[in-house]
């Protein structure tokens, strides 16, 4: 088991969440305009059909973790794993395919929280977009609801209606990737999750005047969602970060 010293505080890898509540939307947008957003990564998106990317908005409440109390906000979106090869075409079921054979994994694009101490453990230990932001999380009613400020400036605030209850999955694990001073990581995780919730549709988006805020308008947001979901109590454990080999920057 590995450990850093953030803060003065020990943080053990992998770090384990023991229950936070999730909730997200998911956005077909152009897939052109996701590239252009994720140039400086060198990944590259799934189109799930021709043409169109998978682009997220989670917010999260983590309550039980090395890494305290918190409210974390997300842009994410689907990605092909680096060492996958092209896809073969670009059919209809052509994104189905690709991801039965090629695999997929989440990419962090940007990761706004609310305390210290996860800035500086995401930032140092995973490589992950950390940024210092106001977040206000409203959980207590059907309809949950996240309100983002960053320097003062609206970003985003986000309603998800409740979806239809499903059975639990067990354990998923999967790759999430992101990219911090000029490298390219990738982090294993895996999730428990336990009260979910989906449905198509189901979100309201008020963009403010951030500048994130107009690179999701130029994703094409606000729209309808794909789909939105709920998850009352996720477990996770987050393993520890290995560079992608393209991606270390050159010594001087």
């Not at 789909?227 to 050159?250: C, D, F, K, Y």
């Amino acid at each position: 088991m590995a450990s850093h010293l953030i803060l003065g505080r020990r943080v053990d890898i992998p770090l384990e969440i023991r229950d936070a509540t999730v909730c997200s939307a998911t956005y077909l947008v152009r897939a052109d305009a996701a590239r252009a957003v994720l140039a400086y990564s060198g990944m590259d998106v799934t189109e799930l059909l021709p043409g169109k990317a998978a682009c997220t908005l989670v917010f999260a409440q983590y309550r039980d973790s090395a890494l305290e109390d918190y409210h974390e906000f997300g842009v994410a979106f689907l990605v092909r794993p680096p060492e996958a090869e092209p896809p073969p075409s670009r059919g209809l079921l052509a994104g189905v395919r690709d991801m039965r054979r090629a695999g997929f994994g989440t990419f962090v694009h940007w990761l706004p929280v609310d305390r210290r101490l996860t800035l500086e453990a995401g930032r140092a230990i995973w490589g992950f977009p950390k940024e210092l932001a106001d977040i206000e999380i409203r959980l207590g009613t059907p309809y949950k609801r996240c309100i983002l400020r960053k320097d003062g400036r609206l970003v985003i605030d986000l309603l998800i209606r409740p979806g239809t209850p499903l059975p639990g999955t067990g354990s998923i694990a999967m790759d999430a990737y992101a990219h911090l001073d000029g490298v390219t990581r990738r982090v294993p995780w895996s999730m428990r999750p336990r009260g979910i919730r989906a449905r198509p549709g189901g979100a309201l988006i008020r963009l403010g005047n951030h500048p994130i805020a107009k690179e999701l308008s130029e994703l094409g947001l606000p729209k309808r969602a794909l789909m939105t979901s709920s998850i009352s109590h996720l477990s996770m454990s987050v393993g520890e970060a290995r560079p992608l080999p393209s991606s270390r920057p050159a010594e001087a």
